[in-house]
């Protein structure tokens, strides 16, 4: 084996900071298995994704970056969406493929696969007898069977592999179509009927469109855990390091929970046995390493792409005594702490202290700076412009690697934290909790400021008795934003104007400026 480590990323999509029992003890939702990293390794607490939205989050990952420096400055990528990482942008995977690594993802991608075929009527149904079937006209049915065979019969050409990674199983958007697993860079099997209409309800998925026979959710975690577990089986017989991206597609939703984990949590939540069901598969994955004997030579990570969303019955769970977001302000989307606070703990025996924790923040960007640095490489200027190493937290949680970092909400408004303050420019939450446009009617300040030391939940707006924080926070971001970079380098180009403000979002003619933040 090489003595640089294998590298193990488990992703887990919309699962919030509070539910993770070792950061929430006062949670409902066991996690034995999350735990379990804890105690072998280190907790990050102040640690955030660059978007309270999926996408964005992914984009940060894999390049470094943070996401609004691309052409994506609000929302995510779309059902058949271009791909938002440019062919040219340095990446993980490719960084680590020049070091000798196999790289492979496993599970869901949502940064868009580069379809090559023509999004059509025949992709996106708008009649209601399309949800009957094929039943009502059997020769429109043959024509589209044929469509759909010619377009996914074709390679995808901007999905996993073109992002640089060796292998790819999984989904693009598991509660979008198509319905189906593609591998490297073509899908599995020929999607010939519409998902059928049983699987189009709340919780399961919400567009219609092509799926294979005898598609379902429930096969989707298994099927993860299983590529995995060969996969590893496969690399131990190689002399090559590898690097395992595993973003699950849980509990988002689709929430298929399977039969064992049903009703398992005491919740009558689905979204809370999802999360147990997370757990195990993670616990899997563990366990294959350990089985295969390189646990001891693989740095793990655990980390959610954002935070839990609203939607899947936190206020349900909230009655029953757990926070979804423990004790922040806010849900997915959201540019208070709720939407991007997320859990992130790391293991690597013999470098990473087990059993410990690290107050300082830290981005899901970082891990691009992190694997340079691992492998001895210094990034150029025009990679990984907002990525800082965590190695020194790695081997000391008491050190301060940055002292500031960015957010974003759904909606593209901009928060920034500098140590300890946290300055929001925006009246609501930025996505779905507090609507913007409301809040400004409302007569609420464009800004917020919080303490985030003697104020974590957001409650307490300090604004008007700091302004001066205010004002050198504002011009920090504006300074970070016109760079191109938040590291030290050469300045660098975004990909597309950034608007940091968004005012006309509020209302068309406010005459607001920073001039009138006192």
Known sequence: MTNRPNIVFFLVDDMGYGDVSCLNPEGKISTPNFDRLARQGMSFTDAHSTSAVCSP????????????????????????????????????????????????CI????????????????????????????????????????????????????GPLAAGFDHYFGVDVPNWPPYCFLEDDRVQGVPSEWLPARLLVEGLANI????????????????????????????????????????????????????????????????????????????????????HGIADNTLVIFASDNGCAHYIGADQLEARGHFPSGQYRGYKSDAWDGGHRIPFIARWPGVIPAGTRCG?????????????????????????????SLMPAFRDPGTTVRGHVIHHSLDGK????????????????GGWSKNDAEAFREGLPIVQLYNMEADPGEKSNLWEHYPGQVRAMA????????????????????????DIWKIDTLTEDDGMSLDDLG
């Open 475 to 498: 011009a920090l971001l504006v300074r970070l934003v016109d760079e191109g970079r938040s590291t030290p380098g050469q300045k660098q180009r975004n990909d597309a104007a950034v």
């Open 208 to 291: 219609h469109g092509p799926a294979v026979p005898g598609w379902n959710f429930e096969q989707l975690l298994p099927s993860f855990a299983s590529a995995a577990d060969r996969y590893i089986q496969d690399m131990t017989r190689s002399s090559e390091p590898f690097f395992l991206y595993l973003p699950m597609t849980s509990p988002h939703t689709p929430l298929a929970v399977n039969e064992p984990w049903m009703g398992k949590s005491g919740l009558d939540n689905r979204y809370a046995d999802f999360v147990m069901e997370t757990d195990d598969i993670f616990g899997r994955v563990l366990d294959s390493l350990e089985r």
């Open 414 to 429: 901009f928060a920034i934290r500098d140590r300890k303050w946290k300055l929001v420019l925006c009246p609501g939450s």
């Open 107 to 158: 599970g869901k991608w949502h940064l868009g696969m580069g379809w090559d075929f023509e999004v059509t009527k025949d992709f996106l149904p708008d009649r209601p007898r399309d949800l009957e079937g094929f039943e009502g006209d059997p020769e429109e049915a043959e024509r589209r069977k044929a469509t759909w065979k010619n377009a996914f019969s074709r390679p995808v050409k901007g």
């Open 360 to 388: 300082g923040l830290a981005c899901l960007s970082d891990v691009m700076a992190t694997c340079a640095a691992i492998v001895g490489e210094t990034l150029p200027d025009d990679a990984g412009e907002d990525s800082i």
């Open 57 to 104: 989050s992914r984009y940060s990952l894999l390049t470094g970056r943070y996401n609004w420096r691309s052409t994506l400055q609000a929302g995510i990528v779309g059902l058949y969406g271009e791909p938002l990482i440019a062919p040219d942008r340095d990446t993980l995977p490719k960084l680590l493929r020049r070091h000798g690594y196999h790289t492979a």
